[in-house]
């Protein structure tokens, strides 16, 4: 039990952070972190490595996350965007980051996550994602494009407030 732990509190920021970039609800990423770390402990299988154990925890945080957002109650509520939870982000730039990322398509949002916050390669991505590396290249590319233009809108409005 004691791995367990030391596993748990290297791995729950990360964890945490995946489902509430799907989910985009505190409460509901809280619950997924959960959810995974569960079948995480069911899971009666060995690892090759701890990266092999990284790269479970993510695929199973997306799964859960995206298995969450097709359920039908959550289709009836009002979607809050909180990302960080307060306290979490250094600076209001940072909040604006992480709100412009959450806005993304989910296809853009978990590469940018992977590639930039974790520091896997296009073809780590690509293997953990089951997709094509050049896919993964490709939706990065995206990703910054859309985002560029996101932060831009929003800086000229920022500048005709004052």
């Given amino acids: ?3 367990f732990e030391e596993f748990y509190k290297k791995h729950v920021k990360m964890v945490y952070r995946i489902c509430l970039l799907l989910l985009k ?5 809280e619950d997924a972190t959960q959810n995974v770390f569960l079948k995480f402990l069911k899971a009666e299988r060995t690892f090759q490595s701890e ?17 969450m957002l ?3 109650w959550r289709k ?15 600076s209001h730039l940072r909040q604006e980051l992480w709100n412009e990322i959450a806005q993304l398509h989910e296809k853009y949002r978990m590469v940018l996550y992977l590639y930039y916050f ?4 296009t073809d780590e991505i690509g293997e953990i994602l089951n997709v094509v590396p050049a896919t ?11 985002l560029k233009k996101r932060l831009e809108v929003n800086e000229n409005d920022w500048k005709r407030d004052i």
């Fill in 51 to 67: 990266e092999h154990e990284k790269v479970y925890l993510i695929v199973t945080a997306r799964n859960t996350g995206l298995s």
């Fill in 76 to 90: 009836n509520r009002c979607d809050i965007t909180q990302l960080p939870e307060e306290g979490q982000c250094d």
């Fill in 25 to 29: 609800n505190v409460e509901d990423a």
């Fill in 136 to 146: 993964v290249r490709g939706r990065l590319k995206t990703a910054r494009t859309l």
């Fill in 70 to 72: 097709r359920q039908w």
């Fill in 118 to 121: 974790e520091g896997y390669s």
């Fill in 1 to 3: 039990m004691e791995y």
